[in-house]
């Protein structure tokens, strides 16, 4: 099958293909990774290797650490602000997982709203200038990548000063990123990076601290200072990103050459959208993710059978989310562009069968 869902999601065939050859025997252990102790030295070679190539795929300063946390990017919500907030948090609202973060980081502080585009349903990102930001703000909160509504930022907002704080959850590794930009980068692995069980957080050093405040599980420093292993990591899920992570660098040629498959997944998309009579994209044109793309017919009854004959026809997870309803095609780093054809031509097919 084609599978669209917006994660845990599709996985490259080459990375499942490897992981079930050395489901027995990874590396010469005679075992499988899921049985290694995380601090023999096959496992550490298998963590060190992976956040190695990724410093490398990303191109990350010195300065960052690169941290593996569990708690999914729910977690973040509220490690983001048990850390960095001391006064007020700025944070722009984008939708779903931006409105979770806003009520999780309400319980630890002052939270400000400082733009939104909920008044139309978040089908466009808020432009801010500089005056919007709150004087005593600690940081500026965004997510780059609206999974829900098929939003994106295409250039980042103005932070004068303060630091960014950003979840990637569902666009990192689809493009080259400038993590030189950022001061804090989340993304869950179970979209664009591997398989549920572990957040990627990358972080600049300067903002490791002491704090007897903090619970050790919460600081971000005691993952610094233990490389990620102060408690039992989720190794097999390590093992994966560190797999998704050699194809893009060896299989696909690195995120320069990423980027233009996701753009090309997208295009095709959007263009054959704008051009059917049926199938429309509510997206602002400018702010439309390459990732996430919802789409309706404007009748939830034809919607429904849209699912259930795409299903048939073996391109499966196309339900909208339960906010927004209709489709949404998610076109990870996984998805070929054979599965985007295959969409399309099913497309085609149901609406010269379906329209009036
Ligand atoms: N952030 C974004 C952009 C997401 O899409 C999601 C989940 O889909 C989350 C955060 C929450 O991630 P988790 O379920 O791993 O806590």
Redesign the pocket.
């Known amino acids: 099958v084609y599978n669209f869902s ?2 845990p999601a599709c996985l490259p065939e080459w990375v499942l293909k490897k992981a079930s050859e050395e489901m027995l025997d990874a590396h010469g252990s005679g075992m499988s990774v899921m049985e290694m102790s995380h601090r023999s030295k096959a496992f550490e070679d298998i963590l060190h290797t992976c956040k190695d190539r990724l410093r490398r795929l990303m191109s990350i300063p010195e300065d960052y650490e690169i941290l593996f946390i569990q ?7 509220i490690m983001t602000a048990i850390n960095l907030l001391k006064h007020s948090a700025d944070i722009i609202n984008t939708g779903q ?1 931006t409105k ?1 973060a806003i009520a999780q980081q309400k319980k630890l502080g002052k939270v400000n709203v400082i733009a939104s585009s909920q008044d139309d349903n978040f089908t466009y990102i808020p432009k801010i200038t500089k005056e919007d930001l709150t004087p005593d703000s600690d940081y500026l909160y965004i ?1 780059e ?4 509504y098929g939003t994106k930022y295409k250039e980042l907002p103005v932070h004068d000063g303060k630091l960014l704080v950003a ?1 990637l ?2 666009c990192i590794l689809s493009e080259p990123t400038d993590v030189s930009k950022y001061d804090l980068i989340f993304a ?1 692995a ?2 664009n990076m591997g398989s ?1 069980g572990v ?1 990627v957080v990358i972080i600049k050093k300067a903002l490791l601290q002491e704090n007897d405040q903090i619970p050790d599980m919460l600081n971000y420093k005691t993952y610094a200072d233990n490389d990620s292993m102060y408690n039992t990591p989720p190794t097999y899920t390590i093992y994966i990103v560190g797999l998704v992570l050699e194809w893009i660098e060896e299989q696909i040629g690195g995120l320069e050459e990423m980027e233009k498959i996701t753009h090309k997944r997208a295009k095709m998309l959007y263009d054959y959208i704008d051009s059917s009579k049926l199938y429309s994209n509510p997206v602002n044109k400018e702010d439309r993710s390459y990732t996430n793309i919802p789409f309706v017919t404007g009748d939830p009854e034809l919607d429904k059978k849209f699912v259930k004959e795409a299903t048939e026809a073996g391109l499966v997870n196309l339900k909208g989310h339960r906010s927004v309803g209709g489709m949404r095609a998610s076109l990870y780093n996984a998805m070929p562009i054979e599965g985007v054809e295959a969409l399309i031509k099913f497309m085609r097919k149901f609406e010269e069968e379906n329209i009036g």
């Open positions: 917006a994660g708690g999914g990017g729910s977690m973040q919500f997982w979770k997510c990548n609206n999974t829900i979840d959850s569902s869950g179970q979209k549920a957040t």
